[in-house]
């Protein structure tokens, strides 16, 4: 089979390729920069942007199969491609957002985004399966990976959410493009639990050794710390929406494991597998 990965050289897709991989695919990779793209040997690499059509097209010849990461055109261009290639399946890695309405509602360029993404390939007839992804485990990184000093500042430290292992979505991404009769529909892939800024803290002092405290600070000064000066209001404002009250209503969910037949790593897990990340 041949399986095309998009965001290859990111964390999920990243994942995602190395678990394909030496499994007697044949993979393709598009990919800005193939000089620069650390993939596996068997892995063959296409040069070019996904809101490129001319290397979408590229990229798509002779393909059965797609993981399609969200791209600056809300996929609109990936859409029309693969209708007229016609893939027999493509999972999107989607977002929570897709569904749940976010303090500025379709404002927010994530919830704006994946919700345009989601919609593009259906109205193209593209069969697809949609992985509504909560918060990533590694978002912690924002707040911890420069506390030096032992103090984790951080906006909403008592908000709980799902968040979940990357590798988790990549396993369940892959469960689905490996199936003789992929499922269709979206499913919501959370982590096991829910838990807040302060929860993970005590989880990484625990796993690590560490002795790590929290202080919560405002969303002003959180965006100011992890974000480079200059970037848009409506940027910082929608990421920091994802983390907030707001999306506290994404609760764990058993999607993970309905297409992967595990469940989904505690956050625990990730943190001793990147120990190394943290201050």
Known sequence: MKILVTGATGTVGGHVARRLSGRGHDLVALVRDPARADLPADVTLVQGDLTDPD??????????????????????????????????????????TAVID???????????????????????????????????DYNILMWAAGAADGVVRAPNVDVKLPVVDPADIAAAAVAVLTAADPRPGAYSITGPHSLSVRDQVAVINETLGRAYTVQEISEADAAAAAFRPGTPDFVTTSVLETMGSGAAVLTPADGVKTLTGNPPRPFSAWVADNAQAFA
């Open 55 to 96: 290397a979408v097209r590229r990229a798509l010849d002779g393909v059965d199969r797609v993981f399609l990461n969200m791209a600056d055109d809300n996929g609109a261009v990936f859409a029309k491609a693969a209708a007229d290639a016609g893939p027999g399946h493509v999972v999107l890695l989607s977002s929570f």
């Open 102 to 136: 976010l303090p500025s509602g379709a404002g927010n360029i994530i919830t704006a985004r994946h919700r345009a993404g989601e919609q593009a390939l259906t109205d193209a007839g593209v069969p697809a399966t949609f992985l509504r992804a909560a918060g990533f």
